[in-house]
C-alpha cells in the first residue's frame, strides 16, 4: 500500500475547516504517510501547531508568504524563532511574488532572505513561492547560503532553463494536480525535465484545483464560487504524475518516499 506524501499544503486554513472531519477520516483512509503543512503569517502559525500535536503525520511548516506581509507584527520574526525552536518543523511558505498587487518587491526580498538565513543556519528544510520573480528569486539563490539538505520550489512554474541552477543549489520541484489540466501542458513538459531525484508531488490543498475528471475527492465551492481541493487528492496528483513520467504509481511513489525522506527527515 502506497503512503502518500503531501509535500506541501495548508491544512490550517479556513476553506477546509467545516470540513475537517471528513478530511481527516478520507486521509486516513487512503494511507497518508506525511504532510507538510504550511504557515503563512502569524494568525495561523497556532493552529499549524495545534494539527501537528493532533496528528503525528503532520510536519508543521512555519514562514511569512508575501501576500501578508502587512498583516505582520513588529516582533514576528522573534515569533517565526518561538514557533521553530518548538520541535520538528520547517520553514515555509515564504517567497516572492509579483502577480499579487500591490506588491513591494524590496520588503519581499529583505523578508524572504532572513527566513531563507534562518533555515540554512539550521538546516531546516524551507518551501519557496514565487511568481513572476524568477530574476529575482534566482539572484538571491545564487549567492546567498541555502539549507545544505536543500529547498523546495512548490509548484514550480519557473522556466526548463533555469532548472539547472536551482538543482544546483539543491532545489526539490514538487508537482501540484493543477497542472494536469490540459491547458497546462508547458508546465508538464518542464517537469519532465526535472531529475527523478528531485521531484515531489503536493495539493496545495484548498487551493490548485484538479480538473473536474480527476478529482476523486470533491469538495463544495466557497460561497463565493471558489473552487475547494481536498487534500486528499493527492491520489490522483500520484496518479497524474506516473502517468506523465511514463511509470507506474508505485514505482513513482518509491521515487517520492526517497526524495522526501531527503529533504524533510
Keep these: 500500500m502506497i503512503a502518500y506524501l503531501d509535500a506541501h499544503n495548508h491544512l490550517q486554513d479556513e476553506w477546509l475547516t ?6 481527516f477520516e478520507a486521509l486516513e483512509k487512503i494511507g497518508i504517510g506525511a504532510a507538510v503543512v504550511n504557515g503563512t ?4 502559525w497556532p493552529e499549524v501547531t495545534a494539527l501537528a500535536q493532533k496528528h503525528s503525520w503532520i510536519l508543521p511548516s512555519y514562514g511569512m508568504h ?15 524563532l518561538e514557533q521553530v525552536s518548538k520541535g520538528k518543523c520547517a520553514i515555509g511558505e515564504i517567497g516572492l511574488d509579483r502577480w499579487k498587487e500591490p ?16 533555515a540554512a543556519e539550521r538546516n531546516l528544510p524551507v518551501t519557496i513561492h ?19 539538505r536543500g529547498f523546495l520550489l512548490h ?8 532548472l539547472g541552477g536551482f538543482i544546483d543549489r539543491g532545489a526539490y520541484f514538487s508537482f501540484p494536480g493543477y497542472f494536469l489540466d490540459p491547458r497546462k501542458e508547458a ?24 480538473p473536474p475528471a480527476q478529482i476523486r475527492y470533491p469538495l463544495p465551492d466557497t460561497a463565493a464560487g471558489e473552487p475547494v481541493n481536498h487534500p486528499a487528492n493527492i491520489m490522483a496528483v500520484y496518479d497524474g504524475l506516473a502517468e ?16 522526501f525522506r531527503r529533504l524533510f527527515g
Excluded at 132 to 140: E, V
Excluded at 244 to 259: F, P, S, V, Y
Design 18 to 23: 467545516p470540513y475537517r472531519r471528513e478530511i
Design 41 to 44: 503569517n502569524e494568525a495561523d
Design 66 to 80: 508575501p501576500w501578508y506581509l502587512s498583516s505582520r507584527s513588529p516582533d514576528w520574526r522573534e515569533r517565526l
Design 103 to 118: 506588491y513591494d518587491l524590496a520588503e519581499q526580498i529583505d523578508i524572504f532572505q532572513w527566513q531563507l538565513d534562518l
Design 130 to 148: 514565487c511568481l513572476k520573480a524568477w530574476g529575482a528569486l534566482w539572484d538571491i539563490i545564487r549567492r546567498r547560503p541555502v539549507p545544505e
Design 155 to 162: 509548484s514550480y512554474g519557473g522556466p526548463a532553463e533555469m
Design 187 to 210: 508546465k508538464r513538459a518542464v517537469f519532465k525535465q526535472i531529475p527523478q531525484d528531485r521531484l515531489l508531488a503536493e495539493t496545495d490543498a484548498p487551493a490548485m484545483p484538479l
Design 244 to 259: 506523465l513520467l511514463g511509470l507506474n504509481t508505485d514505482d513513482l511513489a518509491k521515487i517520492l518516499a526517497q526524495n
